[in-house]
């Protein structure tokens, strides 16, 4: 597993832990966007999603 893949994993799991204690719900635009981070990096989000 390469470094950026360790970090893609660390985010996403960082993602599951807050849904997990109810701070970031499933569906939601927030939930989106993190895990549009995830796939895609955070230079492809737009400014209005920054």
């Known amino acids: ?3 950026l ?3 893609d994993s660390d985010i996403f799991e960082a993602i599951e832990e807050l849904v997990a204690e109810g701070a ?3 569906g939601t635009v927030a939930h ?3 895990l549009k981070v995830v796939d895609d ?3 492809s989000l737009t ?3 920054r």
Do not use: F, T
Request: proline letters at 6%.
């Open 47 to 49: 400014p209005k999603q």
């Open 5 to 7: 893949d360790q970090y």
């Open 24 to 26: 970031l719900e499933v």
């Open 32 to 34: 989106g966007i993190a």
């Open 1 to 3: 597993m390469s470094g």
């Open 41 to 43: 990096g955070y230079e």
